[in-house]
């Protein structure tokens, strides 16, 4: 048995150390050669604090001082720099145990896992992410100059013309410059989502909603559909009024977007209360609604339920990842031809105010 359990610590793939009450070195696994390049002979009886440069060697003592301190219990440190032999370092996670009062083992186990590559690639994601989220911001400025340029010249193509088919032409290219310059503004919103902090602030629901309607006002077919709005604040509710504002402006934006107006007559029922857990906002329509094949992929990139559907296919994942951002819950419920209601509970963020 002796010799089995020998086999497995010598074949590990982590470095199994044994510390003595002074946090000298008792024994140490041979895959430390193969992962740090020491020897065993090179490490028995040195202090384990050699391994480790300067701020490793404060981070080590705190642990260490932990494990004493509770005898018998796992202890986890993670993302901490031990030396190799040739002067460099690796990144391990290290579990200890303080078995020092064990008759058997009379000491202090560490086992190291070396977890390098998994932060290299850590980092590296970090650092694609970043490339992403800098290409993203400067692609979708340089965009916007253009695009305001070509929405200024097809006004005063319009004031300067007379003829109808000019003017339908110029009315398309008009709704395609605007398609365009949302798509840049979700592109944008999303890279801010996944990007930027999360910043805690008293939430005023009805000046959001109303800002919100007022920026939709002027989409089409929105001055045709009967807007009912409950608002009923209880207590001060804390939230990212950036991501709050982007969930509700979106919901609101696909509830116009994707309305009806064959023998209906069009609504849409906004309703928000608060506690001091949390906030719920339902928008409710009476639109198209959603087919049951479709309900469960509208949130993701670029999902279109419809060849009917139009806009980017970010609105409703940009939602869901503000949504989530926030620690909250998106739920939908919707029938074909009657409507769909949306609803989100977001927590109040009052504890994380400073």
């Given at each position: 048995m002796k010799k089995k359990f020998r086999a497995l610590i010598e074949n590990s793939s982590d470095i199994i150390m044994i510390l003595n009450e002074d946090f000298k070195i008792s024994y140490v696994s041979v895959?430390?050669?193969?992962?740090?390049?020491?020897t065993y002979i090179s490490l028995v009886g040195k202090t384990i604090f050699e391994l480790f440069d300067h701020d490793g060697i404060d981070k080590i003592s705190?642990?260490?001082s932990e494990t004493i301190a509770c005898p018998g219990q796992n202890q986890t440190v993670e993302e901490l720099k031990i030396l190799t032999l040739n002067g460099s370092s690796k990144i391990v996670e290290i579990v200890a145990v303080n078995l020092l009062s064990d008759p058997v083992i009379q000491g202090i186990v560490l086992n190291c896992h070396d977890i390098t590559k998994r932060k290299n690639t850590e980092n590296e994601l970090i650092n694609t992410n970043f490339e992403l989220d800098s290409f993203v911001y400067k692609a979708s400025h340089d965009l916007k100059a253009p695009l305001r340029s070509v929405m200024g010249l097809i006004?005063?193509?319009k004031l300067e013309s007379k003829d109808s088919t000019q003017h339908m032409y110029l009315d398309m290219m008009s709704k395609s410059v605007n398609s365009l310059d949302a798509f840049i503004k979700d592109l944008t919103t999303f890279s801010r989502n996944t990007r930027l902090d999360i910043e805690a602030n008293i939430i005023d629901f009805s000046l959001v909603l109303e800002e919100s309607l007022n920026n939709l006002k002027y989409m089409e077919h929105a001055e045709k559909i009967r807007i009912n709005k409950s608002v009923n604040i209880n207590v001060n509710f804390y939230s990212d009024l950036t991501r709050l504002s982007t969930i509700v402006n979106n919901l609101i934006s696909n509830a116009i977007k994707y309305h009806r107006f064959e023998n209906n007559i069009p609504y849409i029922n906004i309703s928000i209360k608060t506690d001091y857990e949390k906030a719920e906002i339902v928008v409710e329509d009476n639109g198209s609604g959603i087919d049951p094949l479709h309900i469960n992929k509208i949130f993701d990139m670029f999902y279109r339920a419809s060849e009917n559907s139009y806009g980017s296919g970010l609105g409703l994942y940009?939602?869901?990842?503000?949504?989530k951002k926030l620690g909250g819950s998106i739920d939908v419920s919707s029938e074909l031809d009657e409507g769909s209601s949306?609803?989100?509970v977001i927590p109040n963020l009052v504890n994380d105010i400073n």
């Open positions: 895959s430390v050669a193969r992962i740090l390049g020491h705190k642990f260490l006004k005063l193509a940009i939602v869901k990842n503000a949504v949306f609803k989100v």
